[in-house]
């Protein structure tokens, strides 16, 4: 299973910018699918998670700025960022736990290699 994303770059503050994360390979389902960054110097956070059955969860830094959502027929994930500050510089991972046969026992957790994300001021 491979996680590709792809939209990040340089952003100016209060813009806009969206980021999408696909995955393929050996897939029967997919749970979770969500974001989380790492800043230099930081931990890997939770940006955005959404479930199987669309619920979402937001960090509180992303609330009300940033929407995530999931197209489950291409297995992916998207992070809307809206009006993004500076402090929103990070590499943004993509993470999916992935049902890997009908039964269901085998569920993993996947990670994407990471974009960087660079927010102006």
């Known amino acids: 299973v491979q996680l590709q994303a792809s939209g990040g770059g340089l952003v100016q503050a209060g813009g806009s910018l969206r980021l999408s994360c696909a995955a393929s390979?050996?897939?029967?389902?997919?749970?979770?699918m969500g974001w989380y960054r790492q800043a230099p110097g930081k931990q890997r956070d939770l940006v955005a998670l959404t479930t199987s059955g669309n619920m979402t969860n937001y960090a509180d830094s992303a609330k009300g700025r940033f929407i995530i959502s999931r197209d489950n027929a291409k297995n992916t994930v998207y992070l809307q960022m809206n009006s993004p500050e500076p402090e929103d510089t990070a590499v943004y991972y993509c993470?999916?736990?992935?049902?890997?046969?009908?039964?269901?026992?085998?569920?993993?957790?996947?990670w994407g290699k990471g974009t960087l994300v660079t927010v102006s001021s």
């Open positions: 993470y999916a736990r992935v049902v890997r046969d009908w039964s269901r026992r085998y569920q993993y957790n996947y």
């Open positions: 390979g050996s897939i029967f389902a997919i749970n979770d």
